[in-house]
């Protein structure tokens, strides 16, 4: 899911990659900004994945995925 704004700056390309397995809700497996979001969106593609444009769920999926990164680490420490 990528956001149209590209490159770096305030802006930057956001991209998050879901992954559905049957009878559970989709969970995002990479997200990143920039390079990695640009890299994300080809690796789809190229792999014959519908991309979906749509700014405001990748920035959010970006986000979700951060936190979940968070909570593992934290889990790891305990």
Known sequence: MPERRGGRGPNPLRAAALR???GTTPRVVA???GEVARRI???ARAAG???RDDAGLAEALVWAYRMDLGA???ARRD
Do not use: Q, S
Request: charged letters at 45%; aromatic letters at 6%.
């Open 41 to 43: 969106v080809e690796e």
């Open 49 to 51: 994945v519908p991309v």
């Open 72 to 74: 593992l680490k934290e």
């Open 31 to 33: 997200a990143g900004r």
């Open 20 to 22: 559905y397995d049957e």
